[in-house]
Antibody
């Protein structure tokens, strides 16, 4: 059974930083691109970032503006999202998802709250 | 404002069919057959229900079907059931800097 489990969320102040992690199991992690998708409270889904299976290319939504960095450690079967210069509008549930333009498996989501 | 446009809400009675539209542009839906649809129940993670316009994941109900015409994709749910009540999101590959775009979501109410 494919499982994705996010961790690392929480409360931080504007301008702060957080690192999200997503552990995968039940599939060959190295064979799949991985992505982050977020959902602000009461709002819709918003693509954040994608990384290729080998990690050699990455893509970001325009709103990231150089503040986030996606990476992966295939030896640890883990996906990361390093977020800095966080803003109130980054408050959302962040989902780890398998795939790059279709997302066939999703984690349960991790809440990131940016507030003073 | 979302890149893809969906109606905010639709409703139908049990047993009926409904269709949710998803309108994009020639840069996304109009060019690529990489439209997917997701179902999200309250407090739950999204679930893939249609990919590549009209393909269903293995084991998923045939009551769900997808189509595309020009810049607009559609999701049809036939034989509505109470458990279909959820939010539905369309998504398309867009290439370039946009890469992936979602619709704003449609809340389906089963009356």
């Amino acid at each position: 059974e494919v499982q994705l489990l996010e961790s690392g969320g929480g409360l931080t102040q504007p301008g702060g930083s957080l690192r999200l992690s997503c552990g995968g199991s039940g599939f060959t992690f190295t064979n799949f691109a991985m992505s982050w998708v977020r959902q602000a409270p009461g709002k819709g889904l918003e693509w954040v970032s994608t990384i290729s299976s080998s990690g050699d290319y990455t893509r970001y939504a325009d709103f990231v503006e150089g503040r986030f960095a996606i990476s992966r450690d295939n030896s640890r079967i883990t996906l990361y999202l390093e977020m800095s210069s966080l803003r109130a509008e980054d408050t959302a549930a962040y989902y780890c998802a398998r795939g790059e333009w279709l997302f066939d498996y999703w984690g349960q989501g991790i809440l990131v709250t940016v507030s003073s | 404002q979302s890149a893809l446009t969906q109606p905010a809400s639709v409703s139908g009675s049990p047993g009926q069919s409904i269709t949710i539209s998803c309108t994009g542009t020639s840069s996304d839906i109009g060019t690529y057959n990489l439209v997917s649809w997701y179902q999200q129940h309250p407090g739950k993670a999204p679930k893939l229900i249609i990919y590549e316009v009209n393909k269903r994941p293995s084991g998923f109900s045939s009551r769900f079907s997808g189509s595309k015409s020009g810049n607009t994709a559609s999701l049809t749910i036939s034989g509505l059931q109470a458990e279909d009540e959820a939010d539905y999101y369309c998504c398309s590959y867009a290439g370039g800097s946009a890469f992936v775009v979602f619709g704003g979501g449609t809340k389906l109410t089963v009356l």
